[in-house]
């Protein structure tokens, strides 16, 4: 079994979302989680997976100093990118409805970075899969709102909610990478890192 390659090594994902530390657990990967506020300011002059990966290994650089020989840690960062302009997490309703509107009968990006780190050693990659929203109407958007709450997600949805099985026509790419983490990219950079 390739995840021999792990058992001597102590994964760390610092992430609080449930979505990553479930795909952890799926892929059978021992792991702890830790986590750090950190500031998500960019560079404005950045696009698409520029500004991922610039976070993503923001994340990271808050755990310098702190690493054992022994340890990874994997940060993340994830926006929606549509006509040059990115889209994270929402500020409150109003935000999110203004976001899906403009979803709405397009098509996107998600751009997924993440970054590893070990004491000596890092390395930031990315993924991006095209998304083709249907035409959604105040009311699916209101209904979606109100019940979901995706208030922490990029974009203001879940692939993996009512809106992916009402409003998402196609996609482009990896389906786990818009639920929030490229995995078999990540299960592959980490058996060989």
Sequence with gaps: MS????????????????????????????????????????????????ITNYLAELKALAFDEELQDDEILVTSDTIVWLKGKALGKPKDKKDAFMMLQKLSGRKHKVITSVCLKSKNKVLTFSETTVVHFEKLSSEEIDFYLDTYKPYDKAGSYGIQDWIGLIGVKKIKGSYFNVVGLPVHRVYRELLNF
Excluded: C
């Design 3 to 50: 995840l021999k390659l792990l058992e001597n090594k102590k994964i760390i994902l610092a992430s609080k979302s449930p979505r990553r530390q479930q795909f952890f657990k799926d892929l059978g990967i021992d792991f702890t989680v830790k986590t750090k506020e950190v500031e998500e300011i960019y560079p404005e002059e950045l696009e698409g997976e520029e």
